[in-house]
């Protein structure tokens, strides 16, 4: 499977804009999403590596992947900075770079919604946590609101996709993560950023669940 999947429009955006939210609230989320996390953890789809400054002294090692090139350098810069040992890696989450049940965690922070395969790439984070390892995700998800889960699955066919670097927004990470062997022990829905307004990516959820 092809490691690099450029998309150099997205990438700039989301650079920026991912920059600009960390003061809205997003380094909050992330500390939330990653604290008291220790041993191995695998992230899959670091996107440009802004989780990295968050991880916890516990936390030994980090083994991040991350297809999009542009994306994978900017990680590679906030890798140099952490103050825990992250090793950046070319790969999808499709295929980690990581033996059977060698990482004590596995973090999804905003990716599960771009993911092609989610099935596949649900069972190999399965694969590398082992029985007992901990999953941690904070991601876009499908809304409670019965309207506003109809507008994310009109975006999500007329276009949304296409310039949100894959994401759709209509997805049920929660029922998906438990569909592939995984016990939700908590999840936490909220809007964010919060505004007066809901658009389709405006529903998060915030959770850990167990192999």
């Keep these: 499977m092809a490691t ?6 997205f990438s700039r955006c989301y650079d920026r ?3 600009r939210l960390e003061d809205a609230g997003m380094a909050d989320l992330r500390r ?3 604290g008291g996390l220790a041993g191995v953890v695998a992230e899959v789809g670091c ?5 990295f400054r968050h991880y916890p002294p516990a936390v030994t090692r980090v083994v991040a992947v991350e297809p999009e090139p542009r994306l994978r350098a900017a990680a590679e810069r906030e890798a140099g ?28 922070c905003l990716v599960l919604c771009s993911i092609r395969e989610r099935a596949r790439a649900l069972a190999e984070v399965r694969r590398v946590v082992g029985t007992g390892g901990e999953l941690r995700f ?5 809304a409670e609101d019965r309207r506003l889960r109809r507008v994310q699955r009109f975006v999500d066919v007329a276009g949304w996709p296409l310039l949100a670097g894959g994401c759709h927004t209509a ?3 929660v029922a998906d993560i438990e569909r592939a062997g995984f016990t939700v022990r908590r999840a936490r829905r909220f809007d964010f950023p919060p505004a007066r307004v809901r658009v389709p990516a405006s529903p998060h959820v915030l959770g850990v669940a167990v192999a």
């Design 81 to 108: 900075t952490a103050g825990v040992a992250v090793e950046v890696h070319a790969g999808t989450a499709e295929e980690l770079p990581l033996p059977d049940g060698a990482a004590d965690a596995a973090v999804l």
């Design 171 to 173: 997805t049920d990470q």
């Design 138 to 142: 904070l991601e876009h998800t499908v």
């Design 17 to 19: 804009v991912s920059r």
């Design 47 to 51: 996107g440009n590596g802004l989780n």
């Design 4 to 9: 690099d999947r450029p998309r150099p429009v």
């Design 32 to 34: 939330e999403l990653l």
